[in-house]
């Protein structure tokens, strides 16, 4: 393992253990059901992350964005979505309590959001690698852009006037579609709790530590073949117990379990055919 890889597995072991200390104090001031709660939002909030750096790896790859200038974009999409969660979470909460039918708006943007994850995964891909042309973007329509990266500038000057770079694409790029996955990601959380300390912290934990998390999966997802079955799973389950609050009525702590059980499983299904080939080999 190499020296970053070896700091990035670090911080997310940092970033982890932050969400969960910040549970145990929830659960030392805060009602005993809101533990349980939290905990599910975060677990939750985490594993549908993971659906993010599929978006990373391709928009980074298309603008051959070299690793040491990732971070820096990473670093300030994260800011700005942590603001636009905050934005879209009071929202959402207000609507909740203002418009009951908005819980089955809110489900069939879950419902679509694991169809997305399980049939649309080509369709995707192309939608970003066509955000990325640099020179035929609806970035491009907007602002002048140039197809050579200045270091870590997000602009620079050129004849004069200021021109963004590909890196200040790729920022855009992942601010834009964070705002997509946060349509689906953020109802799911509302079907775990109404409690907006609850749904932002869970939120505000699990983007922090996705930087971190993005270059320890990155070399890894290739062998998680599951994950985004997996992924697709929690939101139906997500989409069937915001529909079904009044009537199917599934405790915080079980809601943990579940999302554990099924994300355990996709790992292990994912890992467990290359090791039964690697013990033929062997033999």
């Avoid at 932050?18 to 939750?44: C, D, K, R």
């Avoid at 963004?164 to 079907?191: G, K, M, N, R």
């Avoid at 997802?221 to 609050?245: C, D, E, H, I, N």
Wanted: with cysteine; proline share 4%; charged share 15%.
């Amino acid at each position: 393992m190499t020296p970053t890889a070896e700091r990035s597995v670090l911080w997310v072991v940092w970033w982890v253990s932050l969400g969960l200390g910040v549970g145990v104090w929830i659960a030392i001031t805060q009602p005993p059901t809101a533990a349980a709660e939290y905990f599910a939002a975060y677990l939750l909030e985490l594993s549908l992350s993971v659906d993010n750096i599929f978006v990373f790896l391709i928009v980074f790859a298309e603008l051959h964005i070299p690793a040491d200038y990732q971070r820096r974009v990473l670093g300030w999409g994260i800011v700005g979505a942590l603001v636009f969660r905050a934005v879209m979470i009071a929202a959402g909460i207000a609507l909740i309590r203002r418009v009951d039918w908005v819980l089955y708006l809110f489900g069939a943007f879950i419902l679509f959001a694991a169809w997305r994850i399980l049939f649309a995964e080509e369709r995707e891909r192309r939608v970003v690698e066509g955000a990325c042309d640099v020179c035929a973007t609806w970035i491009a329509r907007i602002l002048p852009v140039s197809p050579v990266l200045r270091g870590q500038d997000f602009w620079h000057r050129e004849g004069g006037r200021l021109v963004a770079t590909p890196l200040f694409v790729a920022l855009v790029v992942i601010e834009t579609t964070d705002i997509v996955f946060a349509l689906d990601s953020i109802p799911a959380v509302f079907a775990i709790t109404r409690n907006p300390l609850i749904v932002y912290s869970s939120n505000v934990l699990a983007m922090v530590g996705l930087r971190s998390l993005y270059f320890v999966l990155s070399v890894a997802l290739q062998r998680l073949r599951y994950v985004r079955q997996g992924l697709a799973v929690v939101l139906v389950f997500s989409a069937v117990k915001l529909v079904g609050g009044d009537h199917l009525h599934i405790s915080p702590g079980l809601s943990v379990g579940i999302i554990g059980i099924v994300l355990g499983l996709t790992i292990v299904l994912s890992l467990w055919p290359r090791r039964i080939s690697s013990r033929k080999v062997s033999r």
